[in-house]
């Protein structure tokens, strides 16, 4: 059967990364990572954990500030084997995700083991670090672990690289990809406005009708019913004059973003105010006021898509201004 | 402590829900819940929700999610960026204060509008685990090796639990996979993460749950066999997996505990193990003999809607005692990597 709901893609990032500060014990690690060591810290009960934390795990105690150089060999206290990596996983090829108890540790810290084939992992596996040539300080300049108990030369660092203050941020990039639905009831009114209609639906206990409706009467719990086509006239309930450019498709500033009460609704619906004032110039804020009545002014039909920004703005009519009490509860 | 039962369960559960956004996905079951129950609206003190913006895309999303409840005039409401399981415990907690007798939990999510695998590791530690992007099945692999290898069990011993679960979902409606299965099967399925396979996967769910919590007079007036919680405790591990003996859950064992489970004889447990090594490990740290009936829904294993799949233990469990099967049932819920942090529900038949 085929969806009756709408899917859209949404992409969800944080450019550049997520930038953190890492405090005293983490910059120590990470600088060590940077500078080609593996640096963890000893608890107040002489535990060495890696990676280092500010606070013992077991105890809560805070750690001392003895930080202790640990393998470069380590040994698998567990693994699992990645069959078909993901996209954001450290390697592109199928590999080992490990813990990895470092000699000199307590803890075990979790790296990929660049092992090969799953046949050459074991647990208890000997393994050492393969350094990446540019690191920044950051748990991937590790690039991954290789089976063997002999350390790997840490390549020395590109001349442009200043050593001379420790790494104290980091960046962490994210990024999610979705395919979100907009449920049944918004669907109905986003198919309504690429017809031209602005469509909303009741509740059939209070029969207060709502526009835009996700599909349940919020005072009532229970699903909205119907299609209640509104509007396209409407009453200004109240308003703001935005004086700043917040957005390259926004109009010209000073604007009006506005809440109309569409005839046959009960909730008030989002829009810009404009159009031509009395005086035939664009309106101005000035020429605005609660109560007035407004319609809808719509884009050209062969732009009309699944969106409420199919509405351009809406307009004064110039009929009198609505009476107060026929909108109060609305603002 | 206040006797507070749980009086009313619903849950809602598929495979992809395209058709209806969170909101219409909920409405229904919280109405049934409330429904079951028998109380009204007019009841409910103090509303509860549990999920996770990530799921969504966006943030606030619970604030949203009221929409499903009638939130006018303005109610009492709390919400936890977790399971819905963790919002039962506040609810609970603010039943034993004595100022209201019925509250409302509910969670919802929907796992299949993103890929988890990437969702995951943005729980995890910023430093030095989410820049490794460890998906929730390659920390559960690890996990799991590190039990078989302890507790000298095989790969066999997971595909025991995955058959089983499979097996016994196929009397769940609310089950995404189920069949009549074997391990020897099982174990020619393929491998996801070694040593995991599909059966010991969970599948991707999307849902909701609603549970009714009442006590005093509130009590009197619910319409079903309650569910009297006589323990309830959560108990949080290291979040490192490798600052942790994950061969065992010691934090289970702690709110095991402290919930009185070894007070009395346990009929049926309903675990969230998401994983087949989970059910494992829980059971020996729960001390659960072969005498008890676990994850007769199938578990975790077979519906596994993020954010909801612990609230949906507690109201399993609490079933069996709605449709008398049972006198003392034990609810599980989870949350963190490699069983991190939990929780754990006695509840009891009062004749």
Not at chain 1, 165 to 175: G, H, L, N
Not at chain 2, 158 to 177: D, F, G, K, M, W
Not at chain 2, 276 to 286: M, N
Request: glycine share 10%; net charge negative.
């Amino acid at each position: 059967m085929p969806s009756e709901a709408l899917l859209a893609p949404h992409h969800l990032e944080f450019p550049g990364g997520y930038t953190r500060s890492l405090g005293p014990v983490l910059s120590r690690f990470l600088t060590g990572l940077r500078d080609g060591a593996i640096v963890g810290v000893r608890t107040a009960e002489g535990r060495v954990l890696v990676p280092p934390a500010e606070y013992d795990p077991d105890t809560g105690a805070a750690v001392s500030d003895d930080f202790v150089t640990v393998g470069p060999v380590g040994t698998v206290t567990t693994w699992a084997w990645v069959h078909e990596p993901k996209r954001n996983h450290p390697l592109d090829h199928p590999f080992a995700w490990a813990l990895i108890r470092l000699d000199g540790a307590d803890t075990a810290m979790l790296h990929v083991v660049d092992a090969g084939e799953e046949a050459a992992m074991s647990t208890g596996a000997r393994v050492v670090p393969r350094w990446r040539k540019a690191r920044v300080g950051h748990i991937n300049d590790i690039e991954a672990f290789v089976l063997g108990d002999v350390a790997e030369a840490v390549p020395p660092l590109p001349a442009e690289v200043d050593t001379s203050e420790d790494v104290t941020y980091m960046a962490a990039p994210i990024a999610l990809d979705y395919e979100l639905s907009a449920g049944t009831a918004p669907s109905r009114f986003l198919r309504g406005m690429r017809e031209g209609r602005l469509l909303g639906q009741r509740c059939p206990v209070c029969e207060q009708v709502y526009i835009p409706s996700r599909g349940s009467c919020p005072i009532h719990g229970v699903p909205t019913e119907g299609e209640v086509e509104c509007g396209p006239l409407g009453t200004l309930t109240t308003y703001c004059v935005v004086n700043l450019q917040f957005h390259p498709a926004a109009p010209p500033p000073p604007y009006v973003c506005a809440q109309v009460l569409l005839d046959g609704a009960n909730t008030p619906f989002f829009g810009l105010i404009d159009g031509t004032g009395a005086d035939g110039e664009r309106l101005k804020p000035d020429d605005i006021r609660m109560g007035m009545r407004v319609r809808a002014v719509w884009k050209d039909p062969a732009e009309w898509g699944l969106s409420a920004e199919n509405v351009k703005y809406f307009e004064p009519t110039g009929e009198p201004d609505a009476d107060f009490e026929t909108y109060k509860d609305y603002q | 402590m206040r006797d507070v039962a749980v009086v009313g369960f619903a849950q809602s559960t598929s495979a992809r829900d395209v058709d209806r956004n969170e909101v219409e996905m909920l409405m229904p079951v919280v109405s049934a819940a409330m429904e079951h129950s028998g109380l009204t609206h007019e009841d409910i003190g103090f509303t509860c929700s549990g999920s996770n913006d990530y799921l969504i895309g966006g943030p606030f999303s619970f604030v949203s999610a009221l929409d499903a409840v009638g939130a006018w005039p303005p109610i009492a409401e709390s919400h936890v960026e977790m399971d819905g399981a963790f919002a039962l415990y506040e609810a609970w907690v603010k039943l034993q204060l004595g100022h209201i007798d019925a509250a409302l939990v509910y969670s919802f999510g929907k796992s299949s509008m993103t890929d988890l695998g990437e969702l995951t590791p943005l729980a995890l530690d910023p430093y030095s685990l989410l820049p490794l992007w460890p998906d929730h099945v390659s920390l559960a692999a690890l996990q799991a090796r590190a039990y078989l290898d302890a507790a000298g069990r095989t790969e066999a011993d997971l595909a025991e639990v995955a058959a089983r679960s499979r097996t016994r979902a196929v009397a769940n409606p609310h089950a995404i996979v189920q069949g009549e299965t074997t391990a020897a099967a099982m174990l020619q399925e393929d491998l996801v993460v070694s040593p995991l396979r599909t059966g010991d996967v969970p599948p991707v769910t999307d849902g909701a749950a609603a549970v009714v919590l009442a006590a005093g007079d509130a009590l009197d007036r619910t319409r079903t066999r309650a569910a009297h919680i006589t323990g309830l405790d959560h108990r949080i591990e290291a979040h490192q997996p490798g600052a942790r003996d994950l061969a065992r859950s010691t934090s289970t064992e702690l709110a095991a505990e402290r919930a009185g489970v070894g007070e009395g004889a346990i009929d049926v447990a309903e675990l969230h193990a998401a994983f087949s090594h989970e059910e494992l490990i829980l059971r020996a740290a729960l001390g659960l003999d072969d005498g008890v009936d676990v994850n007769p829904s199938g578990g975790a294993l077979v519906s596994n809607p993020w954010m909801t799949t612990g609230l949906i233990r507690i109201g399993e469990a609490a079933n069996r005692i709605f449709d008398g099967g049972a006198t003392r049932v034990v609810a599980h819920a989870t949350a963190g990597p490699c069983l991190q942090q939990n929780l754990v529900c006695v509840m009891e038949a009062r004749s």
